[in-house]
C-alpha cells in the first residue's frame, strides 16, 4: 500500500481541496494520502470532503500554522 | 444518482468565472458532478486566449482594479483561471458551450477552446442537467 504526499502549504481556496481529491482518485484503495497546508479553512473542510466521500479520516495536526492530514481511501 | 451542481455562467468579468470555478472544483472534490454551462458573456471566455481577459466586475477602472486585484490574488497565492479550467477537466467535469450564443455572436467552434468544451448545446441540455442537480446557480 502506498503513502501519497501533497504539499498545498501556501496555497488558498479551492486548490488544497482540489488537490486532495487528484490524489484521493489516483490513489488505490487502501493507499494513504496525507495532505500538508497552511490555508485555514480547508483543514476544516477537507475532513468534510472525506466524509462525503465516505472514506476514512486517520489523523488530522497542526503544528505553527501548518496541518497534516491522513486518509486512506 | 450522485448529486451534482450545475451553473450557469452568463457573466463574462473575471471575478464572476472565478466564483464559478471554485465552486465547480469545490463541487467535483466534494465528490459531487458538475457542470459549467457558458453563455452570453460567459461564453466570450471560451474563446482562444481569452480565459483570464475579462474584467473586474466593479471598479474595473479602465483595467486598473483588475490589475490591483491581479496583484493581491498572485500575493494571496490564488490559482490562475487556467489552472482550476485544467483541476476542472481533471476531476471529471463539463463544460458546455451554448450554441444560441455562437450563432448570435458569430463565434464558430474554431474561434473556441473545443479541447475543453464537452459539448454544444441549447436549453435543453441546461435544463436535463439542472433537473438533477442539488446546485444550480446562475452567475
Given at each position: 500500500m502506498a503513502e501519497i504526499k501533497v504539499d498545498c502549504t501556501g496555497e488558498t481556496c479551492p486548490i488544497p481541496l482540489v488537490e486532495t481529491r487528484k490524489a484521493l482518485r489516483k490513489a488505490k484503495s487502501g493507499d494513504i494520502v496525507e495532505v500538508i497546508g497552511t490555508h485555514p479553512s480547508s483543514k476544516k473542510e477537507i475532513p468534510m470532503a472525506v466524509k462525503a466521500l465516505g472514506l476514512e479520516l486517520l489523523d488530522i495536526q497542526e503544528k505553527d500554522g501548518v496541518w497534516r492530514i491522513r486518509i486512506r481511501r | 444518482m450522485a448529486d451534482k451542481t450545475t451553473i450557469i455562467?452568463?457573466?463574462?468579468d473575471m471575478d464572476k468565472v472565478y466564483s464559478a470555478l471554485i465552486i465547480a472544483n469545490g463541487s467535483l472534490a466534494m465528490g459531487m458532478e458538475a457542470s459549467i454551462f457558458f453563455t452570453?458573456?460567459?461564453?466570450?471566455?471560451?474563446?482562444?486566449?481569452?480565459?483570464?481577459k475579462g474584467p473586474l466586475s466593479k471598479m474595473n477602472m479602465f483595467g486598473l482594479g483588475k490589475l490591483m486585484v491581479k496583484l493581491k490574488m498572485k500575493k494571496v497565492g490564488v490559482a490562475s483561471l487556467e489552472r482550476l479550467l485544467q483541476d476542472f477537466k481533471e476531476l471529471g467535469g463539463k463544460i458546455l458551450a451554448c450554441d444560441l450564443t455562437m450563432e448570435i455572436m458569430g463565434i464558430k467552434k474554431e474561434d473556441?477552446?473545443?479541447?475543453?468544451?464537452?459539448d454544444y448545446c441549447a436549453v435543453g441540455t441546461y435544463v436535463s442537467e439542472a433537473r438533477g442537480s442539488t446546485i444550480t446557480l446562475f452567475i
Open positions: - | 455562467v452568463h457573466s463574462g452570453f458573456w460567459g461564453l466570450q471566455r471560451l474563446k482562444k486566449g481569452a480565459l483570464e473556441l477552446r473545443e479541447d475543453i468544451i464537452s
